[in-house]
Every structure is written in structure tokens, then in C-alpha cells.
């Protein structure tokens, strides 16, 4: 996966950065099978709070072995 960087926040023009995440029950679910699943990433700006991003960190888990590309 690529590595992407916020540079300023497209709302308040802030800097400074949080990263948190989702977990538990709010877990992604894949299509493809309701026990495959990935926690939800957060890229937060400290000054307003608003969320300059979301991504999961290992797109793959969300698809079966079988189907999953060779590295």
C-alpha cells in the first residue's frame, strides 16, 4: 500500500495531525464473507476535528485467501 500524507486540512488549513481508529463491532466487512474483516483508520486535524481521511491499513484482509493477489 502506498503511504499517504496530510499535509494541511482541506477545512480549517491546520498541520497537525491524529491518527485513530475503528474497532470492535465497526470493524469493515467484506462482500465476499461476513468473517472477513479490517478495522477502520482515521487521519483527524487537531484544530477542528474533522476527518481528512479514512482507510484501512491491509486492504487484503477483506479478501479470501484464495482470491488474494501474489506479492
Given at each position: 500500500m502506498k503511504?499517504?500524507?496530510a499535509?494541511?486540512?482541506q477545512f480549517c488549513?491546520?498541520?497537525e495531525f491524529v491518527e485513530?481508529?475503528?474497532?470492535?463491532y465497526a470493524t469493515l466487512t467484506?462482500?465476499?464473507s461476513a468473517w472477513l474483516g479490517a478495522?477502520?483508520?482515521y487521519v483527524i486535524c487537531r484544530?477542528?476535528?474533522?476527518?481528512v481521511r479514512s482507510y484501512v491499513k491491509?486492504?487484503?484482509k477483506l479478501v479470501k485467501k484464495k482470491n488474494r493477489r501474489e506479492l
Open positions: 503511504e499517504v500524507h499535509n494541511a486540512c488549513g491546520g498541520t485513530a481508529y475503528q474497532g470492535g467484506s462482500k465476499e478495522n477502520l483508520y484544530d477542528c476535528g474533522s476527518v491491509d486492504p487484503e
